[in-house]
């Protein structure tokens, strides 16, 4: 595929190709990259409780398993357990359990909303300060979040950089009339100019 | 740029466009649409841009994100330009970064959203305590004792 412009293919032409063969679709991609974020938390956690229960060697008493330790193997606790995992577990990791709790609630609130595509990459401890926000309280923050971000200085000309890189096998000197549209990469720019000419 | 100098105004007015053409060349990629966006199947219909980010098979969560809190009823005013000039293009311009990072790490192998929420998560403990301050406790309210349940009444 060429460009409108004439420039060769750009990086992200070769994902798109291996997405459409089924060989990097965007679930494998993001395995890739690493998983960050809630779910591997979640994960974490999860694999957390299940060792924490095999370890407790609580002994099976008439070859019935301790209630303990098949609670801790359920998913979603049915009742706060808090106290026992306290007693069992040290303050550390009961902090840690209860983190996950409050962002859990936090996720339940969140998880079928747009918000969730940046929210679901904070951590429990980042979402738990998040709980007691109402929904304005949290899109403001999430706001004043992504500006201070913005505007530090540092993320939008590595954004343009590593995007130009990614995006275009060769380089493409900003126009000097419009520098701006180059911000997110040579395919920014060539979608422009084609939406351009597309509606002329 | 702009955004960065919070010229929100003057960046929507190329963010836009350019978020637009970099998912539309996605799909062209894609075979989705023509390259002058109208339908594969029928070259004479255009589709619409929410259409096409749908069947670019993203994940759930981005395609949301980019369908209704970017573009969608949401962002339309601000993609034509005539959003409200403070508060709304603030809100879209911001959003529109956060899809422009999801869609180099989902198309161009840059972990950009990652990197933006890693900056975000930083930034957060200031953010909340921006939109709701801390109750700050003056000398007076620290020395006096805590309420009972009892009600404040006196019985003579």
């Not at chain 1, 995006?167 to 549209?181: D, V």
């Amino acid at each position: 595929m060429r460009s409108a412009l004439g420039l060769g293919e750009p990086a992200w032409v070769d994902t798109v190709r291996k997405m459409s063969e089924g060989l990097a679709g965007p679930q494998n991609l993001r395995l890739a990259l690493g998983n960050v974020g809630f779910a591997s938390d979640i994960a974490a956690y999860t694999g957390l409780r299940k060792s924490i229960a095999e370890n407790l060697r609580v002994p099976r008493l008439f070859g019935i398993e301790s209630p303990v330790a098949a609670l801790l193997r359920m998913p979603v606790m049915p009742f706060d357990i808090s106290e026992t995992l306290r007693r069992y577990t040290g303050e550390p990791v009961w902090e840690f359990f209860e983190a996950m709790q409050e962002a859990g609630l936090v996720a339940g609130r969140w998880e079928r909303q747009a918000l969730w595509y940046l929210l679901s990459r904070f951590g429990p401890y980042e979402l738990r300060r998040l709980a007691p926000l109402t929904r304005a309280e949290v899109e403001a923050v999430v706001l004043d979040a992504l500006e201070a971000v913005v505007a530090d200085g540092e993320l939008v000309p590595a954004l343009r950089t590593r995007g130009r890189a990614g995006a275009t096998s060769r380089e493409l000197p900003p126009h000097p009339a419009r520098p701006h549209a180059v911000a997110g990469g040579g395919a920014l720019l060539r979608g422009s100019e084609r939406l351009a000419l597309s509606r002329a | 740029m702009q955004a960065a100098e919070r010229s929100y105004v003057v960046a929507s007015g190329s963010l836009y466009p350019g978020l637009e053409g970099a998912f539309g060349e996605v799909g062209a990629a894609k075979s989705i649409i023509t390259a002058d966006r109208m339908w594969k199947d029928k070259p004479t219909k255009k589709m619409s841009f929410e259409t096409m980010v749908k069947k670019l098979g993203l994940t759930q969560v981005f395609e949301l994100f980019v369908v209704s809190a970017v573009f969608g009823e949401a962002g339309d005013p601000y993609r034509y330009g005539h959003g409200d000039p403070e508060e709304g293009v603030r809100r879209q311009v911001l959003f529109g970064i956060a899809a422009l990072a999801g869609w180099l790490q989902e198309f161009a192998g840059v972990p950009a959203r990652d990197v933006l929420v890693a900056r975000m998560a930083r930034s957060l403990p200031a953010a909340i305590d921006r939109v709701r301050p801390p109750v700050l406790q003056t000398d007076a309210q620290r020395r006096r004792p805590p309420r009972s349940n009892a009600p404040d009444t006196v019985v003579t």
